[in-house]
Nanobody
Framework: EVQLQASGGGLVQAGGSLRLSCAAS????????IGWIRQPPGKDREAVSC????????YYVDSVKGRFTLSSDNAKNSVYLQMNSLKPEDTALYYC????????????RGQGTLVTVSS
């Protein structure tokens, strides 16, 4: 059974930083892409970032480029989303997702972790 355990959300002031973690289990980590999607209050879900574990390639939505960094620790079957220079518009429920590739990453989804950025 695929399990994705997200953590690290919280309340932070604009300009601050948070690091989200996602611990994965139940599948061959190296064969997957792991990513984050977010859903702001009252809005649609949005893909934020993704990493292809096999080759390490990362992808980011334009609105977070230069501020967010996604990395993986293959020994721990975990990925980390370092979020810097946070803005109020980053406020959302963040979900860790996994799939065979970044274009199909939302096949498995963990519980969300709430990020709230105050102005």
């Amino acid at each position: 059974e695929v399990q994705l355990q997200a953590s690290g959300g919280g309340l932070v002031q604009a300009g601050g930083s948070l690091r989200l973690s996602c611990a994965a289990s139940g599948f061959t980590f190296d064969d997957y892409a792991i990513g984050w999607i977010r859903q702001p209050p009252g809005k649609d879900r949005e893909a934020v970032s993704c990493i292809s574990i096999r080759d390490g390639r990362t992808y980011y939505v334009d609105s977070v480029k230069g501020r967010f960094t996604l990395s993986s620790d293959n020994a721990k079957n975990s990925v980390y989303l370092q979020m810097n220079s946070l803005k109020p518009e980053d406020t959302a429920l963040y979900y860790c997702v996994a799939g065979p590739r970044c274009t199909e990453v939302d096949q498995h989804r963990g519980q969300g972790t709430l990020v709230t950025v105050s102005s």
